[in-house]
Each structure stands twice: as C-alpha cells, then as structure tokens.
C-alpha cells in the first residue's frame, strides 16, 4: 500500500516537455489518453494472498484511498520528476502538507529555526500549535543571514526556508543556510511555491524535503486546493505514514485538476514572470509609489543570491503605496485586468494588501513589526498581454494622481478657516 513512486533516472528532457510528460502513465484503461479520475474509496481483490501482498508493501496496488489512489500517484510521480526527488506524496491543501512535515519531524524536545517571514499560516504552526508540543522554535530576522547560522549552530533539528517570501520578496541563500543546517545534523525543509520548479530546485542545493502549495503556481487556475511534499523515500515513508493517519489525503478530483494545470506550468510562468518584471520596472518609476520589491529587480538586496539559485525570479511582485491604505482604496477598484483576492499563482493577475491576503490572521501591530506597511499591494501577476497589464495599472496609478491633486487644489481654494 506504500506505493513509491519511481523517478525516471536519466531523464534529460527540459522541463517544457517533463511538465507535459513526467509521471505519465503510458496505459490507461479504455486507451484513454488523459489519467483516470479513480474515485473509488476501496479497491477488491478475488485473490486474498493478493490483496494481503498489497496490505503488505510486497506488491505494488491500492487498499484504501486515504493511503494511496492511482490519480493522486500520478500528481506525486509528476512532482518527483519536476523536483527531480525520488518520492512525493500529496495532501489537501499546502498547509496540510507543512503541517504533515512539521509533525512527522519535530517532537517534545527538538528545536526548528525559521525565519520571520514564513506564510502567515506556517508562521501560525510555528508560533501557536509547535510550542504547545514542546517544541522550541527560533524565528530570526530573515535578511540576517549570520543570526541564522548563529542560531542554527547552536542546536537545530530542523531548518526551514520559504524564498523567495510572501509578500515582500525577500530571498534566502538556500545553498549556505543549508550547509549550515548539514553541519549540526539537521533536517533541512524548503517551501519553493513562489519559485515553483521551473525556477528553482531546492533539493538540488542541499533541501532534504520540499514542500509547496499545489493551489498556486503547480495548479495555476486558482480552482482548487492541494500540496506536495518530495524528498528521499526514506523521508516520504514517514511523510506518507503521518498523512495515512492523520487523513489530509488528497481527493483524485483535485489531483487530476493538479495534473492537468502543471502541464502549462513552464508556459503560464515564464509569461507571468515576463510581466512581472515589466510592472516592476514600471512600478519603479510611479510616483504614488514608495518602493518596489522584486527579486529581478538589479536593486533588490537579494537578486545576486536569486540569479545564482533561480532561473527566472517568479511573478509575485509587492509594492507599498505612499498615503498607506487610503491610497490603496482608491487604487485597486479602478483596475480592469484583476481579482482583488486572497489566492496567487492563478491564470488571472490578482492583486491584494497584505492586510486581507498574506497576513489576514495578524493585528496592525504584529504587520509593523514584520515591515509589513499598511501601502503594501501584492501582485500575482497573470498570463494576460503584457502591454494590457502595463496600461490598466499605469491608467489606475494615473486616475488616482489626478484624484489627489484635485483634492489638493480644492483645500487650498477652500482652505479650512483658521481656528
Ligand atoms: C498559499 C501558500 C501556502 C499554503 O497553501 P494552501 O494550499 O493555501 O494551504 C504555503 N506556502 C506558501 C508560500 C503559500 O503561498
């Protein structure tokens, strides 16, 4: 019932081509050419020595669909080629799939050293639900990269990195933090959903176990919830034994959706990251704005380390607005070519404050504290044209200056009477 999934050694195919084929069945019942939504809870066995071989591991099979279904074999056989990982093993939703991590590796007593400027909901795992276990937690500063060696160094169990970061795009240098990690004996643990595969393999500079939220980028529709965690099998045993236990198992629905979105993965990203770059730049030179944060940004204080971990640096771009939220109001209802919502990663560019996406779960205070302004917009930028994406945020911006100069000429023909 443990199924491993295999990777194909040697596949050398780029990864417009393992996008579409990787952990592709070649035979499908009815020589149906697209996998099978397999939706059955169980699977029946005419021969019992059979089915207890399969309760057993000793051939491959299903028993039950909380512990392995063929859909959802399919997703994870697809990860391990995309993450070149040799086993994977899917949940729910990203979050299950952290949480799963996090209570397979950690226990009374360990300790985990992370960085401030994790998802709001790992962030939540780390400050609310490991220090009831008995888990020591350590959250450092995620631009000093010398705090965290520091911390690292004096006793860690596990290390885990999210780069770049929600919403301000800080990046991590994956390679020396998990060196560090190496040193002491730790588990080194990578969220790579803002990168997503085609940019950046964390396994390949010293990850022990990757994690993403399939909803984004991997599913890229914004139509449905999931997540993936790969590494080596002897790590995803564990993985796979805590999600046939716990329950957070993914439905074939979603998996089968998964699958079909990550075929345009390499296609809807380096679309995405073309715009990205172009609003960026664009949104460098805007006077409503304050700055910029993108990591294909020459400026960004990470884009040496990004170039060297990253071949392209991903479609979330964050900007703060001067004037704070009130700016921000006027701004986002004027754009033609947006969801105002709380999801990214999808086909549509989609633009949120912090304040109702990102970090919903924190108090102004804890958002200063994080540097997190009340002007901050994050844009997940979407497959559109990009010269439409230019100009409907150029047009808002310049709506929005006429608005304020306006008001700014009526108090002073109408100046408020002096008291
Ligand atoms: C959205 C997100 C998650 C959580 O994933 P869900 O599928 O919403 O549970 C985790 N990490 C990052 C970086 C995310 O953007």
Redesign the pocket.
């Known amino acids: 019932m443990n199924k491993k999934v295999e990777v194909e050694q040697g596949n050398t195919a780029s990864i417009e081509t393992r996008v579409v084929w990787g952990g592709e069945q070649v035979q499908h019942p009815y020589n149906a050419t697209q996998t099978p939504i397999v939706v059955s809870a169980a699977y029946g066995y005419q021969d019992i020595d059979a089915w207890y071989d399969v309760a057993l591991g000793k051939q491959p099979g299903y028993i039950y669909s909380r512990m392995s279904n063929p859909t959802v074999a399919t997703l994870e056989a697809k990860l391990c080629d995309l993450e070149q990982a040799e086993s994977a093993v899917a949940f729910s ?6 949480s799963a991590v996090l209570h397979t590796f950690l226990a009374t007593g360990k300790r985990v050293v992370s960085t401030r400027d ?2 709001g ?2 962030n939540k795992i780390f400050e609310e639900f490991l220090p009831r276990m008995g888990v020591q937690v350590c959250l450092c500063d995620t631009l000093d990269t010398e705090a965290i060696e520091r911390e690292i160094a004096r006793g860690c169990d596990l290390l885990y990195l ?1 780069t770049p970061t ?1 919403p301000t795009l800080k990046v991590l240098d994956i390679q020396r933090l998990a060196a560090a990690a190496k040193r002491v004996g730790a588990l080194v643990v990578a ?1 790579n ?2 990168a997503t595969p085609l940019n950046q393999n964390p396994l390949a500079l010293g990850v022990d176990v990757v ?1 993403h ?4 980028f991997l599913s890229g529709h914004g139509d449905v ?3 993936v965690v790969c590494g080596d099998e002897s790590l995803m045993a564990q993985v796979r034994h805590y999600r046939e236990i716990n329950g957070a198992s993914l439905d074939p629905f979603s998996a089968f959706l998964i699958i079909r979105g990550i075929k345009t993965l390499a296609l809807r990203v380096r679309q995405q990251q073309a715009s990205a770059q172009a609003l960026a730049e664009y949104l460098c030179g805007e006077p409503l704005v304050e700055s910029v944060n993108y990591p294909g940004l020459p400026q960004h204080p990470g884009h040496a380390v990004a170039r060297a971990q990253m071949r392209g640096f991903g479609a979330i771009v964050s900007f703060v607005l001067k004037g704070g939220m009130p700016t921000v109001t006027r701004l986002l209802p004027r754009l033609q070519y947006a969801h105002r919502a709380g ?3 999808a086909v549509e560019t989609i633009y949120g404050p912090a304040r109702t996406t ?1 970090h919903v779960e924190n108090t102004l205070e804890e958002r200063l504290a994080l540097g997190i302004s009340e002007g901050l917009v994050r844009i997940s930028v979407g497959i559109e044209d990009t010269a439409d994406l230019l100009a409907d945020l150029a047009q808002a911006c310049a709506a929005v200056r006429e608005e304020l100069a306006r008001e700014a000429e009526a108090v002073v023909r109408h100046p408020e009477p002096q008291v």
């Open positions: 939703s990203g979050m299950a799939a952290i994790s998802y909901g790992t999210e929600n969220d959903t803002f994690v939220s399939a909803t984004k919830l999931g997540g999801n990214l990663g990102s």
